[in-house]
């Protein structure tokens, strides 16, 4: 089972040596053992692919939002 160290407070933890790795490594475990980290909240699961990379996507506004005004807004609200 392929697990992301999410948090690290010493260099062994539930029985597990964790001395080479740091957060955000990806470690390969045994199922029992990964599930118990992730379980402890240690580590999630790793379900990307090791050849894949990662893709960040970004989003800019060109533009400044439109704002607009009905005047029956106001009368609907008057009601």
């Not at 160290?5 to 955000?24: F, N, P, Q």
């Not at 118990?36 to 989003?59: D, P, Y």
Request: glycine residues 8%.
């Amino acid at each position: 089972m392929r697990v992301r160290l999410t948090r690290k407070l010493a260099a062994e933890i539930d029985g597990i040596d964790l001395s080479d790795y740091a957060v955000g490594d990806v470690m390969e475990l045994s199922e029992r053992k990964g599930r118990l980290l992730v379980a402890e909240g240690w580590g999630v699961e790793e379900q990307r692919e090791s050849g894949l990379s990662r893709r960040v996507l970004r989003f800019e506004r060109t533009n400044p939002p439109v704002h607009r005004y009905d005047k029956h807004d106001d009368q609907s609200q008057a009601s």
